[in-house]
């Protein structure tokens, strides 16, 4: 076993439960855990390190010109519940490798390099990519009720305005990371340089009906607003399929009021997420959704947009620099968007360039205990990434 291989492996086993998944949530004893492990192998390869006022680790190699901006590697170290090994941990443990590549061949990088991971990337009720939007000063921790979530979790307003870094000194941020779809391992593709980051759009939608008697209310006259809430899914999800074969729609969350099984539901809330590239496709996809919900009778619908993350393009400079280096390597590769969010978006929309490298997902499988990645893709990734790096180091862009 590699290197690489087996610090990601003791790195992200730690949260292991008793069906062989993983649960590392944000700020939880296990994140905190695995954070001190991978600090004590920073430390070892004579890094500067801290964990800064969120929970981010960050590591940093000084360079050789002190007039030189940094080169930023990394991803995120929580999962969801019940996840697996990979997901963010991969693109810490692979930082980590460049870091030690370096170390081994004796190479004093003339940037800086600066390697985080960050806290609670996944879906939170601080939003997903608390730590790396507090990073970027992203984050607006003085939203009403936000401080009340961040007590929750031992955080305060402060600790999240301290986090804060000067990013104009960040000469870009790379991120390595499976795919978490299926399109590499389909196709038999090693790699993936990531175009952009779709964008994720969210909307609770409450259906209205009436609430009654299970028993003596005749099916003419019910106004069962999971019935209704039902029929604006199937439309939807049919919609989907059609409008455009890179547009996805989930419904992940569902929750009925009264919730008796007597009682006819008077009221049916859900969450309804989008993702797409192109902003012109899910306006045109929420748009549908409405009409349709006019449609559907005996049921009055509301829509509350409560998130939006709207799609990053990768910079081309950065896609066109991962794609050399895998053509002279003779990687066998493809430009392609990513379906997920990362960390990476946060230091887009705050004006860093961005780039990022996926390896496949055995199956397409990810935030599940099943998710995998083959050793030698691990390897080959992290290969990618460490050239990229110093290509970086020795032209620029």
């Avoid at 939170?124 to 921790?141: A, E, K, N, Q």
């Avoid at 009654?212 to 199937?234: E, P, S, W, Y």
Wanted: proline fraction near 4%; aromatic fraction near 6%; glycine fraction near 10%.
């Amino acid at each position: 076993m590699s290197r690489l291989n087996e610090l990601l492996q003791q790195a992200g086993n730690i949260g292991r439960n008793e069906d062989d998944s993983i649960t590392r949530l944000g700020f939880s004893e296990k994140y905190f855990q695995a954070l001190e492990f991978l600090k004590g192998r920073m430390q070892e390869l004579g890094m500067q390190v801290e964990t800064d006022p969120v929970g981010n680790l960050h590591g940093v190699l000084q360079g050789s010109d002190p007039e030189a901006k940094s080169i930023v590697i990394g991803s995120h170290m929580d999962t969801v519940m019940q996840g697996g090994v990979y997901d963010g941990m991969l693109g810490v443990t692979g930082a980590l490798e460049v870091a030690a590549r370096l170390k081994d061949e004796g190479r004093t990088l003339r940037h800086p390099l600066e390697i985080w991971g960050f806290n609670m990337e996944e879906s939170s009720i601080l939003g997903g990519t608390f730590g790396s939007r507090c990073v970027t000063g992203m984050l607006d921790p003085d939203i009403p009720g936000y401080a009340e979530k961040l007590a929750k979790f031992g955080c305060s307003p402060e600790k999240a305005k301290a986090a804060k870094r000067d990013i104009s000194k960040y000469e870009c941020y790379l991120e390595y990371h499976i795919e978490q779809g299926d399109k590499l391992d389909h196709t038999g593709i090693d790699v993936g340089v990531v175009s952009g980051i779709v964008s994720i759009i969210d909307y609770k939608v409450t259906a209205k009906g009436m609430s009654n008697h299970a028993g003596t209310t005749m099916m003419a006259n019910r106004k069962d607003a999971l019935v209704g809430m039902a029929k604006l899914i199937v439309a939807a999800e049919e919609r989907a399929r059609e409008l455009n074969d890179t547009l996805v729609f989930t419904v992940g969350k569902i929750a009925v009021s009264p919730g008796q099984e007597n009682v006819i539901p008077g009221q049916a809330v859900a969450n309804f997420e989008m993702r797409h590239m192109d902003k012109a496709v899910t306006d045109q996809f929420y748009a549908d959704i409405q009409a349709f919900a006019k449609e559907i009778p005996n049921c009055e619908f509301e829509f509350v947009n409560t998130s939006a993350k709207y799609s990053t393009p990768c910079d081309p400079r950065l896609i066109k620099l991962i794609d050399d280096v895998c053509t002279e390597k003779g990687i066998s590769h493809i430009i392609m968007p990513s379906g997920a969010g990362h960390d990476a978006n946060s230091m887009a929309h705050e004006g860093v360039p961005i780039g990022m490298i996926f390896v496949p997902s055995v199956k397409g499988i990810s935030h599940q205990g099943d998710e995998y990645t083959k050793p030698e893709h691990i390897d080959l990734g992290a290969d990618v990434l460490y050239q990229t790096v110093l290509k970086l180091d020795e032209n620029g862009f």
